[in-house]
């Protein structure tokens, strides 16, 4: 009885020991070798560099793909934000890039850095359309600038958050916010050259309805004829100070 058990044991061990070694053979047969790699979202970097920077080529097996590593190689270009490896079995590996979205230009050293949401600068321009991004400046103005760097991050999300609370449309007649770092404040200066002193982000509702006011009266007056207004103090409870240039 005991050399039968003994016997299926050997027997049962064999047949696990084969199996094992058939699929790890399998597995790193050319059946799974890479022959198709496609990328998704690569608008302004183009397929050919993602594929160049992550370092993949057709004959790698696609067991041995380390879609981590790849996405950390990816991300060390100022473009890409999120990056994700995608195997479609047995053969094809598709890589989807996120890449960073202009939002803001920042005036430094005689052009304009370009910034995502982040704050991160993915571009640098010398002609732009204004009504295209958010004007930014600052007191404190950035120096020795490269791509991929991170500007000012508290200004950045101070910045953001007045945009982003401000509707879509009356944003056009917003020309500049600006960042005033001693006091972490923030002023705004509309297309008809008003100053609104903004503050920091507390009453931050109550201050854009403000705002939406104040670009209907400056519309106002320019139909009537009337003195533009020189500056707007929204940084207090209450009603806005309001001086006008006469």
Known sequence: ???????????Y???????????FLFMHSSFFYIDQITVQGAERMGSAEVIRLSGLQTGLNIFSVNGQQISQALKVHPM????????????????QVSERQAWALIPCQGGF???????????KLNIFSPDQYCIITMD?????????????????????????AIPVE?????????????????????NHGTE???????RLADKVQSLLQIIN?????EKQGKSPLSYVDLRFKGQPVVKTLD
């Open 1 to 11: 009885m005991k050399s039968q058990w003994n016997y299926s044991f050997v027997k």
């Open 13 to 23: 061990t064999v047949f696990l020991l084969v199996s094992l070694i058939s699929i």
């Open 80 to 95: 890409v934000q999120d990056v994700k490896v995608i195997r479609h079995w047995p053969r094809h590996l598709e890589i």
């Open 113 to 123: 850095l370009c910034i995502d949401q982040e704050g991160v600068v993915i571009d």
């Open 140 to 164: 404190k103005q950035p120096e020795q600038v490269v791509l991929g760097q991170v500007i000012d991050p508290e200004a950045i999300a101070a910045i953001r958050q007045i945009w982003e």
């Open 170 to 190: 009356p944003r056009v007649d917003i020309s500049d916010y600006h960042y005033v770092n001693e006091s972490k404040e923030v002023i705004l200066y509309t």
């Open 196 to 202: 609104i002193l903004f503050g920091d982000l507390e």
């Open 217 to 221: 009266i400056e519309k106002d007056y």
